[in-house]
């Protein structure tokens, strides 16, 4: 599945949520993760591929279900926006899912904690992100589309200050590339 997305930096949390609701989006979800990126040790992924690969540990603060899944995602165009490639399957374990990883050489970087509100507005998704404050400490709004007229469109909505728009990736954030 390919999705066009873009981060909204500088936000009042608060405020996005309130707008959100008032331009009718509904909430679909409210979340902890844990994210575990792994990597190659030459960082193949990184570097050649331009992408990661990731388990995400879900706890639904709506429903109190758990899920692991398993994903490969890169990056295959970029301007104004990110337009990025995701393949992903649940797992049903873990620590095993995990050894099998490093058995191809693939290791375990730092997890990432993160707390994530998505909302659907007709085929917009809005998702507040806040990290571990060690790890990134300023939340922001992604945007995730499947068409940039969309994008246009959530961007009005919303009234976004377009000069707070990045198509930078959590890491460039982070890095502050």
Not at 22 to 36: M, S, V
Not at 50 to 68: A, M
Not at 142 to 148: A, D, L, S, W
């Amino acid at each position: 599945m390919n999705e066009i997305e873009v981060k909204v930096l500088n936000i009042n949390k608060e405020e996005i949520e309130k707008k959100l609701l008032e331009i009718g989006a509904k909430l679909i979800k409210d979340e902890e993760q844990i994210n575990i990126r792994f990597d190659t040790e030459d960082r193949y992924l990184r570097n050649i591929y331009h992408g990661y690969l990731r388990i995400r540990i879900t706890k639904d603060n709506l429903t109190g279900e758990t899920t692991n899944t398993l994903t490969i995602k890169r990056n295959i165009a970029r301007d104004v926006v990110r337009v990025n490639e995701e393949i992903e399957t649940e797992i049903s374990n873990v620590d095993e899912t995990i050894r099998i990883l490093d058995a191809l050489k693939y290791y375990k970087k730092k997890p990432g904690k993160k707390h994530r509100k998505s909302y659907i507005y007709e085929n917009i998704l809005f998702e507040i992100d806040e990290w571990d404050k060690e790890i990134y400490p300023h939340p922001y709004l992604e945007i995730e589309v499947t068409g940039k007229n969309d994008l246009e469109k959530a961007i009005k909505l919303l009234n976004i200050d377009k000069q707070n728009i990045t198509a930078k990736s959590i890491d460039e954030l982070v890095k502050g590339k």
